[in-house]
C-alpha cells in the first residue's frame, strides 16, 4: 500500500486531455512538501517530468503540467500521443516516515 | 551530460550478501546528494535510501533499515549501496539516481538487476 495513492489505470484518445491525480496526507503533501512527477516507459528508466509542482525541465513539452491543492496533487497531458502511453508516478516527501514517497504509479493507455 | 552507471547486480542466493555500485559523471558528484531507489518485476518504485553531498547524512526507508547501507566516495565519483541476508522480496531492479532540491529525484541511471530466487 502506497503513502500516495494513485489511480491503477487511465485512457484517452489521442488529442484529448487526462489528468492523473495522486492524494496525500498532512504528513506529506499537506505538510507543503513538494511534489514530483516521473513518466517511465516500460522497459526503461524513470524520467523527470514535473518538479516542484508544477515545473518542466528542459526538452518536457509544455503539454505536460502540474498542480497541487491541499493534500493531492495532478498531472495533466493534453494532447494526448501515442508516445504518451507509459507509466507516470509522483512522488514527494513524508515527515512522518523521514523519507521519499512514491504514488503506486497509473498506466496511462492511449486508445 | 549527466551520466549514472550502476553495476554490481546478479543473482544471489537468499541469506547473500551483494555491493552495488553507481559510477557518477558529467557533473560535480560532490555537489549533490544521491538516492538509490528499486524496482521489483511488474512493479511501482519504491526509494531505498538517500545520502548527502558529505556522506554524514543517511536515510533509509524504513524497510530497509538494518540491512541495506549507502555510501559515497566522492574522490572517485562513486555511490554504493551494501545488502545484506537478501530475501527474495528483494529481487528487483536498483536505480542510482541524483539528487534536485526539494527531495526530488532528478536524473536516473539505467538500473541494475538484483534477482535472489527462491
Known amino acids: 500500500q502506497s503513502v500516495l495513492t494513485q489511480a491503477p489505470s487511465v485512457s484517452g484518445a489521442p488529442g484529448q486531455r487526462v489528468t492523473i491525480s495522486c492524494t496525500g496526507s498532512?504528513?506529506?503533501?499537506?505538510?507543503?512538501?513538494?511534489v514530483h512527477w516521473y513518466q517511465q516507459v516500460p522497459g526503461t528508466a524513470p524520467k523527470l517530468l514535473i518538479y516542484g509542482h508544477s515545473n518542466r525541465p528542459s526538452g518536457v513539452p509544455d503539454r505536460f503540467s502540474g498542480s497541487k491543492s491541499g493534500t493531492s496533487a495532478s498531472l495533466a497531458i493534453t494532447g494526448l500521443q501515442a508516445e504518451d502511453e507509459a507509466d507516470y508516478y509522483c512522488q514527494s516527501y513524508d515527515s512522518s516516515l523521514s523519507g521519499v514517497v512514491f504514488g503506486g504509479g497509473t498506466k496511462l493507455t492511449v486508445l | 551530460q549527466v551520466q549514472l552507471v550502476e553495476s554490481g547486480g546478479g543473482v544471489v542466493q537468499p541469506g547473500g550478501s551483494l555491493r552495488l555500485s553507481c559510477a557518477a559523471s558529467g557533473f560535480r558528484f560532490n555537489g549533490y546528494g544521491m538516492h538509490w531507489v528499486r524496482q521489483a518485476p511488474g512493479k511501482g518504485l519504491e526509494w531505498v535510501a538517500y545520502i548527502s553531498t558529505d556522506g554524514i547524512n543517511k536515510y533509509y526507508a524504513d524497510s530497509m533499515k538494518g540491512r541495506f547501507t549507502i555510501s559515497r566516495d566522492n574522490s572517485k565519483n562513486t555511490l554504493s549501496l551494501q545488502v545484506n541476508s537478501l530475501r527474495t522480496e528483494d529481487t528487483a531492479v536498483y536505480y542510482c539516481a541524483r539528487d534536485r532540491r526539494g527531495w526530488c529525484v532528478e536524473s536516473w541511471g539505467q538500473g541494475t538487476l538484483v534477482t535472489v530466487p527462491s
Open positions: 498532512s504528513s506529506n503533501i499537506g505538510a507543503g512538501y513538494d
